[in-house]
């Protein structure tokens, strides 16, 4: 049963996989859309990459396709594909993963699903989009990763080239997916025109990075290196305490005249007085604290700082997530029954006063919703009316 959180009224169809594609039409789900997951005979492969309670049901998978109805089709047979084509019809959003010349050799690119549903939104998940050489190579989060500078700023951070440790360029991909999907759906509400959404991994990334760290390469001529300083500056992680670790960021000038009048460190003087004049010697800045925190315990600085209105915290494990006093109190988690027992999912960090969102519900085993689907749109096992 959907609930009727803001998107009750959509329907999406969603041929995507891995997570890029899943995140988005999950969020999507959660907000009250129907979505109906088309797998492959042999299911989405991210359904065997993780822990899970049985076969085919990871948990990577049940987290990114929550609520979502499973049907298998064989888009390569004449059957697969009149199901999907039927589909197609009654659907707001089309949602793909696959790449422009495989979507197009099984008879869905745009052209072809416009012409059956002139009004849908049609969104392409790429690694890289059309309009450049790289457009037909395959791509995962770690190489897309690489392509936007990431391992290479964590180098000058760490001073070793490395991923971060998520799975970052899939989950911002699949953001940006949603919020380009439906951007196209409030036009056609405005309209009645549907349209073609392109979303490419790699020009994601590259604006992601590129907020900041952009800098004085956006000049001409350019004024400096494509770096944020302060981002990449070998200092910049969780301070030591005298009994632990401490994330904290003095950061404004505010906070620096309160920081320095309550704590009065001895290196404190005009030369670090203004924002400007700490952002020109940040690796300093850094050190110095460093050195400062290590004289009081981690419970001592946060009654001090948070005292102070200076953003500080301590430094939390993934598992302590789901014990967080914050998250707990604010509802944050739900738990779902499902066929292997209770699953504690994260909920939407957003809230809405009219239409809320909420888990959509479990994640449907490989091709659950087949049959009910195909009732639903008049087709027999065949794929005829």
């Excluded at 990114?64 to 707001?92: I, M, T, Y």
């Excluded at 990449?232 to 904290?248: L, N, W």
Aim: hydrophobic share 40%; with cysteine.
């Amino acid at each position: 049963m959907k609930h009727p959180g803001p998107l009750s009224a959509v329907r999406v169809v969603d041929l995507t996989a891995m997570v890029m594609g899943p995140y988005c039409t999950q969020i999507m789900a959660d907000m009250g859309a129907d979505v109906i997951k088309v797998e492959p005979p042999a299911g989405d492969s991210t359904r065997y990459i993780s822990a899970g309670p049985e076969p085919g049901m990871g948990g990577v998978f049940v987290n990114v396709n929550r609520g979502k109805r499973s049907v298998a089709l064989d888009l390569r047979s004449d059957e697969g594909a009149r199901a999907l084509r039927e589909l197609v019809r009654d659907a707001d959003v089309f949602v793909h993963s696959m790449r422009a010349k495989a979507v197009a050799a099984l008879g869905f690119g745009y052209a072809d699903v416009a012409a059956l549903n002139p009004s849908i939104v049609y969104t392409n998940c790429y690694g890289y989009g059309r309009r450049g050489p790289d457009a037909d190579l395959t791509a995962y989060d770690d190489t897309i990763q690489a392509e936007c500078g990431l391992p290479s700023a964590q180098e000058q951070l760490t001073g070793e080239a490395g991923y971060v440790a998520t799975i970052l360029a899939d989950k911002v991909a699949g953001l940006t997916a949603l919020y380009a999907t439906l951007m196209a759906l409030f036009h056609r509400e405005r309209t009645g025109e549907g349209q073609e959404v392109e979303v490419g991994m790699f020009e994601t990334m590259a604006s992601f990075m590129l907020v900041e760290h952009a800098n004085g390469a956006m000049f001409s001529p350019p004024l400096g290196n494509a770096v944020y300083p302060r981002a990449v500056a070998p200092g910049r992680r969780p301070y030591r305490t005298k009994d632990g670790r401490i994330a904290a960021l003095v950061y404004n000038d505010k906070q620096w005249a309160a920081f320095v009048g309550a704590v009065k460190p001895a290196w404190a003087d005009e030369r670090f007085a203004t924002l400007e004049q700490r952002a020109r010697q940040i690796g300093t800045v850094y050190a110095l604290l460093g050195e400062t925190f290590l004289t009081r315990t981690t419970r001592d600085w946060l009654g001090l700082l948070r005292s102070l209105d200076i953003p500080a915290a301590p430094v939390r494990t993934l598992d302590e997530l789901f014990d967080n006093p914050h998250l707990t109190e604010a509802g944050f988690f739900e738990t779902v029954d499902t066929p292997n027992g209770p699953v504690r999912f994260p909920g939407p960090p957003t809230w809405f006063s009219r239409t809320p969102g909420r888990v959509a519900g479990p994640a449907p085993r490989l091709g659950a919703h087949t049959r009910e689907v195909m009732d639903e749109l008049g087709l027999d096992a065949e794929g005829h009316a």
